[in-house]
Nanobody
Framework: QLQLVESGGGLVQPGGSLRLSCAAS????????IGWFRQAPGKEREMVSC????????YVAPFAQGRFASSRDNAKNTVYLQMNRLKPADTAIYYC????????????????????WGQGTQVTVSS
């Protein structure tokens, strides 16, 4: 069974940084689109970032541009979300998701574009 496991969440002060990891088991990430989503209390789940199957294409949501960056290490079968200059508004559960793909030049931006999901990791930004 395909599995994704996120880690790296926690409590951080405003302005701080965290790096989330998403490790895959039972499948190789190098043919999959990877999406990062988040869901804050009382809000809908929203996309943060996604990468194409090779990482050549990267989408970052406007609220995250200049602060968050996603990368992938296919050799380690792991994807990362580096989050800098965190704000209280970034407090949410962060999820990674994967979908088998074919193109190097795009990635799905909606939740329905992804079939396999991790369990989520809590990120809390507070002083």
């Amino acid at each position: 069974q395909l599995q994704l496991v996120e880690s790296g969440g926690g409590l951080v002060q405003p302005g701080g940084s965290l790096r989330l990891s998403c490790a895959a088991s039972e499948f190789s990430l190098d043919s999959y689109y990877i999406g990062w989503f988040r869901q804050a209390p009382g809000k809908e789940r929203e996309m943060v970032s996604c990468t194409s199957i090779t990482g050549d294409y990267l989408y970052v949501a406007p609220f995250a541009q200049g602060r968050f960056a996603s990368s992938r290490d296919n050799a380690k079968n792991t994807v990362y979300l580096q989050m800098n200059r965190l704000k209280p508004a970034d407090t949410a559960i962060y999820y990674c998701a994967a979908q088998q793909g074919v193109t190097h030049y795009s990635c799905p931006r909606g939740m329905d574009g992804y079939e396999t999901w991790g369990q989520g990791t809590q990120v809390t930004v507070s002083s």
